[in-house]
């Protein structure tokens, strides 16, 4: 059974990915611009959005924007609505990675990542909400990380903001969905982006960001609330939460032999 009203044509759809420049965001906004959908790209790097917004035939506003500033959020979204009468989803992609452990931990790093990541929406979430109330239609999409299943070493703070964002997606999920708007949860695993770059241990199921940009694809044609990949590797990780923290803790540590 779909959580969500499924969504299987995407042509003249009115979508704004926010993290559009590069990783995820930018392969999602290319094949949502193949599929016909009319695109808003936003994110600090302006370069990235034009090298988007030049696709032939594509259908692009180009709003830079960054997702810390509280204040230019709700603006960037009026910019959409008055060119497009109204916006079908958001999808908040943007965020940042820096792997840490206990040891390093510097808290002005660790405001900076809380900034981005969880901040950053909940900047946005407000102007998103009583736009898609005022609609009546309309939804939202954010992307965690299953790394806020579980603690796992060197996502000190990073999997905190993820763990944070799921229960903020669920929630929104209770309140919204009574109301006719779909709320969705991207929960990635390990994805070749310049974020996962920085990692020095070895990545179990690693994909593209192309591979990625098309399970979110499939996971909004089944209506699904919470939308993982890849299976064989989130499944797993789903599987390994349920274990006591004993279990749980020696089998991280050796998986990842940190």
């Known amino acids: 059974m779909s959580l969500n009203q499924p969504i299987r044509e995407w042509r003249g759809k009115r979508v704004w990915v926010i993290g559009a420049s590069s990783g995820i965001g930018a392969a999602l906004a290319r094949v949502l611009l193949v599929q016909g959908a009319r695109v808003a790209l936003s994110a600090r790097s302006a370069p990235g959005l034009a090298q988007i917004a030049a696709t032939p035939g594509a259908r692009t506003l180009v709003l830079p924007l960054d997702v810390t500033d509280a204040a230019a959020v709700a603006p960037a979204l009026q910019q959409v609505v008055a060119a497009w009468g109204g916006i079908d989803l958001v999808v908040w992609c943007a965020g940042s990675h820096h792997p840490v452990r206990a040891w390093e ?10 900034d981005v990541n969880l901040n950053g929406v909940i900047n946005g979430v407000p102007a998103v909400v009583k736009q898609l109330l005022l ?8 992307v965690s990380s299953v790394a806020g299943y579980g603690g796992l070493p060197t996502a000190l703070v990073y999997g905190a903001t993820k763990a944070a964002l799921s ?17 969705y949860l991207i929960n990635p695993g390990f994805v070749k982006t310049p974020l996962t770059d920085r990692n020095t241990f070895k990545m179990p199921a ?8 098309q399970e ?9 609330f919470e939308i993982h990949f890849p299976r064989r590797f989130t499944l797993c990780l789903k599987l390994l939460r349920l274990l006591p923290y004993r ?11 940190l």
């Open 105 to 114: 931990l510097d808290a002005a790093d660790a405001r900076r990542l809380v």
């Open 135 to 142: 609609q009546n239609a309309g939804g939202m999409a954010i």
């Open 167 to 183: 229960n903020l997606a669920e929630t929104l999920y209770l309140d919204l969905a009574p109301r006719g708007i779909a709320v």
């Open 206 to 213: 690693l994909i593209s960001a192309d591979e990625a940009a």
């Open 216 to 224: 979110i694809i499939a996971g909004f044609a089944r209506g699904s």
């Open 247 to 257: 279990w749980y803790f020696a089998l991280v540590h050796k998986g990842t032999g």
